[in-house]
């Protein structure tokens, strides 16, 4: 299974940017799609970002569509979650998640999870 490290999380303001990176070590990410998630205190989690495992295949949550942009870079095992024009309501820890199988890209129940990285927006 492999492990996951999110990092890049913190405090910015409303409008600002950020870029989170997921870590994947004990197997190369290059056989997972790769997925960002979020939860906001009080707030179930949900889905943000995911890219396929094969052909880049992307999808967004509707509420970052066009702000943020997930990409991976297999050489180095790791993911990234690009956030721009940030809005005080993706305040909320972010997750990385990876998956070996096939299927919807937002609805399957991935494998690996990281501990999280917390984002907090100001307005």
């Known amino acids: 299974q492999v492990q996951l490290v999110e990092s890049g999380g913190g405090l910015v303001q409303a409008g600002g940017s950020l870029r989170l990176s997921c870590a994947a070590s004990?197997?190369?990410?290059?056989?997972?799609?790769m997925a960002w998630f979020r939860q906001a205190p009080g707030k179930e989690r949900e889905f943000v970002a995911a890219?396929?495992?094969?052909?880049?295949?992307?999808d967004y949550a509707d509420s970052v569509k066009g702000r943020f942009t997930i990409s991976r870079d297999n050489a180095k095992n790791t993911v990234y979650l690009q956030m721009n024009n940030l809005k005080p309501e993706d305040t909320a820890i972010y997750y990385c998640?990876?998956?070996?199988?096939?299927?919807?890209?937002?609805?399957?129940?991935?494998?690996?999870w990281g501990q999280g990285t917390q984002v907090t927006v100001s307005s």
């Open positions: 998640a990876a998956d070996p199988g096939y299927g919807s890209l937002r609805t399957r129940t991935y494998a690996s």
């Open positions: 004990g197997r190369s990410s290059s056989g997972y799609s």
């Open positions: 890219i396929s495992r094969s052909d880049g295949r992307t």
